[in-house]
């Protein structure tokens, strides 16, 4: 990374120390800096390399830096910029990761490394999960799978023939609050009653195309030996066709994948429409519904997903299952996680008796206390005028059920931590790739839909790899 | 020169960027670069997201430990050098409840920066970084725009942090009032940060951390830093603070300025700002 001709004035992380020094020796937080028990044993530490360090590398990176006994040994990006975050960030943790562009010298080099976590853009999935698979690896790859089902079929193909655990990144199958519903509410207490239909969304306002540091742009031959057209694509590699399956596999597999979770089947049909009407300058479509037809065993449910990429629609994303006799709307955001109960319902007291559930009104919903610190602050009249703000806080709704249930971790890093649990026998994975083929299968129809501008049929055996 | 103005909407309040000798286009990339880091930082700061790292130290029984990223042990370690700086005027454990038989006096928390480790010393740990964490994040957000070559930018958090990269070229420095009405005075800022603390609101206060009690201060006080951690955190450490403290504190820390509103309206100015330093 190359540093502006200076440096600027804030205090970098760089030069935490040196800044706090220009205050004096006073500054600095002794009475505060002790050393910690050493957590309990994990296990034997597993010797992890990563490939792709961009957003979502970056995002298991900091999940996994806080799991006991992982040690990264390898950070694989093609991109000089990404690799020297992933290293500065590891060194900063104890680790002393070797960089590599290509990610074969990396597997050759280091005969050590148990564990692969595959973060690239979508069409090297099948190529970075099979290499290293091959090469003996366990590896953790990002959803979807694959942004084709012969890619997706040939990793599940690659991890039987090699014995090898192979994780997809479907992280809310190992959060606590989903892995609850699923078990406790809806498989145990039915307390949704029958299911009967289905909703999600995650819609997001419009955004800009990213952008490259000046004159940290890749070699053109670079680009090209690693199958990237320009570095505008690079960039922005979800928009185009060569290398992901759009916003319906960006943001809709994760949610898509809770139907077929909760739900315990897959579709039978999917009815779709979508376009690349707001964005003239990309491939993939900006906004696609969808319309499923799942054959469950207590009937057929109907589910709708909407993605938008045009508005936020006042924020938030969440998956909604509704029964004849409560509906469960969940989502990584425990604000917008609540349960309903409907008024034909037997009364739910005997749940909330039963610890199950929370009555409205207590739990996480409650004001939080006043503190000093959440005053209103004068404003300074700045060059460039800014509307008056109000320093509001968030404060959850009461109006409905709750589950006593936290996650009390970074969000991918109960996914990670089952899949280094089941390395080390402990066990089985939440999200083999069997499901992530099943998902790939269930999402990647819906762009077909789109395009044939018709309903089409799934068989059975489709989600079979 | 052209200015470009980007705003984006974080830890309850507006972030603001404005970017000066570059074409509109690069400009919205770098903010939208540092905004990206911005709401990183949200998830990873706020006291009001559940898998935060603190909230998650909220959480903790007395003696546990959890891991916590690197940005929240740095403005963690920051937090608590600026507690033990002003006497405790500033504490981002505030409204912590201390366990049976804890040292008067001593941290309710510790870190580990080795192992990226935070133990409770509560009975009921109560961390927030509401004081302190915008002003980390724009400094985080200033290391962005370094990053992508942007050396002219001024960025603020809610018009009540400033932090001022270089000026545009020609330019002494990023213009910021200071005060009100007659005595309002223009700030040239320069590779330097301004944070504004006080009660907007008839009928609100600010506890005193070290007596539990309302501070005695009503009207504004500013802190002047070379960085906005610093500026954020002791603006609200000078509100709480007497005025001699707040003499004797930017006497002690050269690069410190303060400012502190008399009744009047006039401006009491300490350290860095009554030697008239800007930045620089």
């Not at chain 1, 970098?12 to 937080?29: E, V």
């Not at chain 1, 739990?363 to 008056?388: F, I, N």
């Not at chain 1, 499901?435 to 044939?452: E, S």
Request: proline share 5%; glycine share 10%; hydrophobic share 40%.
């Amino acid at each position: 990374m190359t540093t502006s001709p200076q440096q600027p004035p804030g205090l970098t992380r760089r030069d935490f120390l040196s800044a706090g020094a220009k205050l004096g020796a006073a500054i600095l937080a002794a009475p505060y800096i002790v050393r910690a028990a050493a957590p309990q044993e994990a296990g034997d530490t597993i010797n992890v390399g990563l490939i792709g360090c961009g957003e979502e590398g970056r995002v298991l990176l900091s999940a996994a830096l806080k799991i006991p006994n992982i040690r990264f040994v390898a950070v694989c990006d093609i991109w000089p910029y990404n690799r020297g975050y992933g290293e500065r960030l590891l060194k900063k943790f104890g680790h002393d990761p070797k960089p590599y562009e290509d990610y074969r010298e990396m597997l050759s080099d280091i005969p050590g490394i148990d564990a692969v976590i595959v973060a690239t853009p979508d069409f090297m999935h099948a190529e970075h999960t099979n290499a290293s698979l091959r090469a003996g690896k366990h590896v953790y790859c990002e959803k979807l799978i694959s942004n084709t089902v012969e890619g997706a079929r040939s990793m599940v193909a690659t991890a039987r023939a090699t014995g090898r655990f192979l994780q997809i990144g479907h992280q809310r199958r190992s959060n606590p609050r989903y892995v609850y519903a699923h078990d406790r509410l809806l498989g145990q207490a039915h307390i949704l009653g029958r299911i009967t239909a289905a909703d999600a969304q995650w819609n997001r306002a419009v955004t800009e195309d990213l952008g490259c540091p000046a004159h940290q742009e890749i070699p053109e031959a670079i680009l090209h030996k690693y199958g990237y057209a320009n570095m505008h694509e690079f960039r922005n590699w979800r928009w185009f066709r060569k290398y992901s399956g759009g916003v319906i596999s960006d943001l809709g597999a994760h949610q898509i994948d809770i139907f077929n979770w909760m739900l315990g089947a897959n579709p039978r049909s999917v009815l779709a429409g979508g376009g690349r009407d707001y964005y003239t300058n990309h491939e993939w479509y900006d906004n696609v519904t969808a319309i499923y037809e799942f054959p469950t065993k207590t009937g057929i449910v109907r589910a709708v997903y909407q993605v938008e990429t045009t508005t936020s629609a006042g924020g938030g994303y969440h998956e909604y299952i509704m029964g004849d006799e409560g509906a469960l709307k969940i989502s990584e955001n425990p604000k917008y996680t609540r349960l309903y109960r409907e008024a034909r319902a037997p009364e739910w007291d005997k749940w909330v008796s039963d610890g199950l559930i929370i009555r409205p009104g207590t739990g996480e919903g409650a004001l939080p206390p006043v503190k000093p610190w959440e005053k209103p602050r004068p404003k300074l009249s700045m060059v460039s005028k800014s509307d008056s703000t109000v320093d509001v806080r968030e404060t959850a709704e009461l109006s409905a059920w709750d589950m006593p249930v936290v996650l009390d971790k970074a969000i991918h890093q109960p996914h990670l931590e089952n899949f280094f649990d089941a390395m080390r026998g402990k066990g089985s994975l939440h999200s083999p790739g069997e499901v992530g083929f099943a998902t790939a299968v269930t999402v990647l129809k819906v762009n077909d839909a789109v395009a044939a501008r018709k309903m089409l049929m799934f068989a059975p055996e489709d989600f079979t790899a | 020169m052209t200015h470009a103005s980007f705003r984006h909407e974080a830890m309850a309040t507006h972030f603001e960027v404005v970017i000066a000798g570059h074409d509109e286009s690069y400009a919205r990339q770098a903010a939208a670069e540092a905004f990206r880091v911005l709401d990183r930082l949200e998830a990873e700061l706020s006291l009001f997201v559940e898998s935060s790292d603190i909230a998650r130290a909220n959480r903790l029984e007395e003696g546990a430990s959890i891991a916590v990223g690197d940005d929240a042990l740095q403005c963690l370690l920051l937090a608590a050098g600026v507690a033990e700086a002003t006497g405790r005027t500033f504490d981002p454990a505030y409204g912590s409840v201390g366990a049976p038989g804890h040292p008067q006096g001593a941290p309710v928390f510790t870190l580990d920066p080795a192992a990226h480790a935070l133990t409770s010393r509560a009975a009921r740990l109560h961390l927030d970084l509401g004081a302190i964490g915008k002003g980390y994040a724009l400094d985080r957000m200033g290391e962005v725009l370094g990053d992508w070559g942007v050396a002219s930018a001024c960025l603020n958090s809610g018009g009540s942090t400033v932090l001022a990269l270089e000026p545009a070229p020609g330019s002494a420095g990023w213009a910021v009032g200071l005060g009100e009405g007659g005595w309002r005075r223009e700030l040239r800022l320069r590779r330097r940060a301004l944070s504004g603390s006080g009660v907007a609101i008839k009928g609100s206060h600010l506890v005193d951390p070290r007596t539990g009690q309302a501070a005695r201060r009503s009207l504004r006080a500013w802190a002047s830093a070379p960085a906005a951690v610093l500026a954020d955190a002791l603006s609200t450490a000078f509100f709480v603070m007497a005025d001699p403290e707040v003499a004797a504190f930017c006497a002690k820390h050269a690069e410190v300025g303060a400012a502190l509103a008399r009744a009047d309206g006039s401006l009491e100015l300490h350290g860095a700002l009554a030697a008239g330093d800007s930045g620089g």
